[in-house]
C-alpha cells in the first residue's frame, strides 16, 4: 500500500520518463520545497534547483535533496570569466548535482574551464561528474531585444545564433543544451549521439499555458528528440499534482524514442 499516495506513478514502465524528468522547485525556501518532494515520495526522483530556491536556501535544499537521494538539476546559469566559473563549479560538485548549466555566450574559454572544473572535481571526489549543459539564447528574448544587443534582426537569427552556440557547446566538450521545444528539432539534427537537449516551459495540451506563448506538449518534444523535461507549473500548481505528472508521464512514454534521443535507457 503506498503511503505517499504516488504508487501509480511509481509504475516501471515509467521509469525511462521518469528518469529524464525533473520537477521545478520554483519556491524560495526549503520548507516549501520539502512539502513538494514529499506530496511526489519516491515516484518522482529528479528536481531542478533554480535561481529562486538557490539564493534564498540553496545549501539546505541542496543538502536536503542529497538527503533523500534526489537527482538535482541546478539551474544557477553562471556567466563570468573563466576562472571565476571554474571556482563556482568546483564548488557546486562538492553537492552531487547530477547536471548544471552555463551561458553559452560566455564564451570558448569559460565553457571549457567550467567542463575542466567539473573534470578535476570528479577525479578529486572519485565521483560522477556532473552533466554540463549550456544555456543559448534565452527564449525571453524577442527580436526587439536581439536587435538592441546586436545579436541579429529577427526570428531566423536568432535560430541561426541557437545553431552556432550550440555547436560551440559541444566542441568545448559540454554535454548539452538547454533549448526551448521548439529549438528541439534543429538541434536534434545538428548535435552528436547522446547529446543532452534539457528542455523546459512545455505544456501539456489543455493546460493553462501561463507566460509561455509557443510551446510544445511534453510528449511532443520527446518526440522532437529533447533528452530531459524541466515540469513546472504545468505539475507543481495543478489541482492534482501526481494526476497531472501521470498525464505527462503517459503522453512521454508513448512518444519517446530512445534511440534517436540518447534518453538514458532502462538496463532492464
Ligand atoms: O513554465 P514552467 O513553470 O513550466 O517552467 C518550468 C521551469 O523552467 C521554471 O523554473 C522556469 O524558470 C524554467 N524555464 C526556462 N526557460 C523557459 C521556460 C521555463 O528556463 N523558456
Excluded at 515520495?41 to 539564493?55: C, N
Aim: charged share 20%.
Amino acid at each position: 500500500m503506498s503511503t505517499d499516495g504516488s504508487l501509480a506513478l511509481r509504475d516501471p514502465r515509467y521509469d525511462a520518463v521518469r528518469r529524464a524528468t525533473y520537477v521545478a522547485l520554483d519556491v524560495p525556501t526549503w520548507l516549501q520545497a520539502e512539502a513538494l518532494v514529499e506530496r511526489f515520495g519516491a515516484a518522482v526522483d529528479g528536481y531542478k534547483v533554480g535561481l529562486e530556491l538557490y539564493f534564498g536556501d540553496g545549501p539546505a535544499a541542496l543538502s536536503g535533496l542529497r538527503r533523500l537521494g534526489k537527482r538535482v538539476f541546478l539551474d544557477v546559469k553562471l556567466h563570468d570569466i573563466p576562472n571565476t566559473v571554474a571556482g563556482a563549479l568546483a564548488a557546486i560538485a562538492r553537492y552531487g548535482v547530477e547536471m548544471v548549466n552555463v551561458h553559452a555566450s560566455g564564451g570558448p574559454a569559460m565553457l571549457t574551464a567550467a567542463r575542466e572544473a567539473l573534470d578535476a572535481a570528479a577525479a578529486e571526489s572519485d565521483g560522477p561528474r556532473p552533466l554540463l549543459v549550456a544555456v543559448t539564447v534565452l527564449t525571453s528574448l524577442g527580436a526587439a531585444d536581439l536587435e538592441r544587443l546586436g545579436w541579429g534582426r529577427g526570428a531566423s537569427d536568432a535560430q541561426a545564433l541557437v545553431a552556432r552556440w550550440a555547436a560551440l557547446a559541444a566542441s568545448c566538450g559540454l554535454d548539452g543544451v538547454v533549448a526551448s521545444a521548439l529549438e528541439v528539432a534543429q538541434l536534434r539534427r545538428q548535435s552528436p549521439p547522446g547529446f543532452e537537449i534539457v528542455v523546459p516551459g512545455t505544456r501539456p495540451s489543455g493546460a493553462p499555458r501561463h507566460d509561455q506563448v509557443r510551446s510544445l506538449t511534453p510528449g511532443e518534444a520527446m518526440a522532437a528528440g529533447a533528452t530531459r523535461l524541466v515540469l513546472g507549473r504545468a505539475v507543481t500548481r495543478a489541482k492534482d499534482p501526481l494526476l497531472a505528472l501521470e498525464r505527462i508521464w503517459e503522453e512521454m512514454e508513448s512518444v519517446a524514442p530512445p534511440a534517436a534521443s540518447g534518453m538514458p535507457k532502462d538496463d532492464g
